[in-house]
């Protein structure tokens, strides 16, 4: 059968990027997905402001929520401080085995920890598979409809510390109206629009950071 979007965005990063080299990998799916097939990642342009954002924080223990096709776990990763833990979660199989091979063309496998399976069943077993562990940064990039449930179970699940930085993608477009409500309305959020465009296009996007006060 014909291959995927996934599939496609793989070979391009094979064709056109570097071993070992992330950079490559990220400016070889964005020339990808701005000239021949649009694809959902962060993007150049709000993946520019996650790094600013990741370089502030410089968290020891991260984790991202949606990996796809990796190429936000690249953009983390390539900026963390050695020896730090990140995880990501991916609950499609079929994304999951795309990323890993994307992470890997990048040389950072060891940096990354993917875990397939769905948000709502892993969060609340973090502590068990990493220690008694918080996030100090959070990217939330999966189902929009799931950012307000999943951050509700992140702090539930004793996750968040005084200080732990969330980064929501997406807050325009598609848009998740009930996730900037719960965060701007909440005294335990101090929240932060960084105006943007979605990925590849002059459509208004944005990323939200909300940095939880404990
Ligand atoms: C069930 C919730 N828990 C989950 N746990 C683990 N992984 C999950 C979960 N949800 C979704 N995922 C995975 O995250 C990814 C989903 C991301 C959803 N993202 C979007 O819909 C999205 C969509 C757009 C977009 C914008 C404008 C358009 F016209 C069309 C699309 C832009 C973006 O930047 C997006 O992030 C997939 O890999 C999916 O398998
Ligand atoms: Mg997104």
Known sequence: TGSTRAERLLKAVQKNARRGDPQSVISAIDHYCRHSEWAMNV????????DS?????SPSCALELGTYCGYSTVRIARLLPPGATFVTVEFNPKYAKVARQVIEFAGLQDKVKLIEGASGDLIPKMKELFGNVTFDFVFLDHWKDRYVLD?????DCGLLRKGSVLLADNVICPGTPEYLAYVRNNPRYKSTYYKSHLEY????DGLEKSVFMG
Do not use: A, F, P, Q
Request: proline share 0%.
């Open 43 to 50: 993007g150049d342009e709000k993946g520019s402001i996650l």
């Open 53 to 57: 954002v990741l370089s502030e924080v």
């Open 151 to 155: 951050t509700k179970l992140l702090e």
């Open 201 to 204: 296009t002059k459509v208004e």
